[in-house]
């Protein structure tokens, strides 16, 4: 029996439609009947990460556990979830599934190590930087990160929060450009797109700067589970 993929979406809503596009094209599918059958759960109820994990902000696990139940039950054998910070709470909301939840963080890595890459430059939300959870990760696998400064970092916020949750086609994207140009002075050999909104910002712009799109390496390992044919197209 075909297997089934759950996606944990609505973190942002444009990041879920991403992750479930990037399913479909790098499944090497030749029809219809061919395809992963996928459901989506885009919970919009499922309060901001990165304002839990600043403080002040309402707690996401239960809206997030609804969700992974909820597709358990129609089905998955396998969730996933589009969203870098919320790995932030994975711990937390892993025990109330009975099937896997494919971590983001831990296939970025592992595809940073593919690559024999050495020094990565981070571009996140504050809420994933603030908590560390890719720092971790990529200490424990040798790798050493970049950060942008404060600065820096309110524009990725703002490329984030203003122009792609908010459906901004029009902000600017100048300070950002710095921003990234910093990232690479400071030895980084590559970017992490570690928001799931940055690799709809990439293409929505047409950003041409070589990065790792943590989107492409869920999307992969989520066919890998599946046991579908893949086709490649993590390489930038």
Known sequence: MQKSI???????????????????????????????????????????????ILGGGKDPIPEMVRS???LQSMGANVLIMPC??????????????????LNMLKETVQEIQRRKIRKIGLLATDGTIKSRVYHTALADAGIDLVIPSPKGQMSVMDVIYNGIKASNRNISLNQFYGTIDELFEKGAEILVLGCTELPVAFELFHIERPSIDPTSVLAAAAIRFV??????????
Do not use: W
Request: net charge neutral; aromatic share 8%; proline share 5%.
């Open 6 to 52: 759950g996606i944990i979406g609505g973190m942002g809503s444009l990041a879920t439609c991403d992750l479930f596009k990037k399913i479909i094209d790098m499944t090497d599918a030749k029809c219809d009947q061919e395809h992963i059958h996928i459901c989506i759960d885009c919970n919009t109820n499922i309060p901001d990460r990165t304002k839990a």
């Open 227 to 236: 046991e579908k044919p893949l086709l490649n197209r993590l390489t930038k």
């Open 68 to 70: 992974g139940v909820r």
């Open 84 to 101: 870098n910070t919320a790995h932030y709470f994975y711990d937390k909301i892993t025990p109330f599934f009975d099937i896997p939840l």
